[in-house]
């Protein structure tokens, strides 16, 4: 019985090493791993926020005073789940295709009114 709790008072715990999920991927069906990996994907989205009606008045405000003064703003977007933030001045807005021209220093680019959930002003 001494020989058994030497033995084990001299195991090093540290140098197991658990590989984790990898040994059960290769028991698993490739449907099964594809459903995985979408689920793991769908539980990182970001739900989408809802705004009501003084959201969007509060929005539509820093947007007239942004064009007004011509400064530089953040827009905060979502899209698909997650939040994209975009910088630069705002160059025209055209409410027909419902769009936002916005220039940064290296490029201008469009966005959509629609996917707008704030607006903050840089001075």
């Not at 530089?72 to 807005?93: A, C, D, L, S, V």
Request: proline share 3%.
């Amino acid at each position: 019985m001494a020989n058994f709790e030497e033995d084990w008072n001299q195991l090093d715990l540290s140098r197991l090493q658990d590989r984790g999920s990898k040994k059960w991927v290769a028991m698993m069906l490739p449907e099964h791993v594809k459903m995985l990996r979408e689920y793991s994907e769908e539980i990182k989205k970001e739900p989408c926020p809802n705004l009501n009606e003084f959201d969007y008045e509060a929005i539509h405000d820093q947007i007239a005073l942004a064009m007004q003064r011509n400064v530089e703003i953040i827009i905060k977007r979502w899209k698909e789940g997650e939040f994209i933030y975009n910088r630069g001045t705002i160059q025209w807005i055209d409410l027909r295709k419902r769009t936002i021209e916005l220039e940064d220093p290296f490029r201008s680019f469009e966005l959509y009114i629609d996917e707008i959930v704030d607006v903050t002003i840089l001075e």
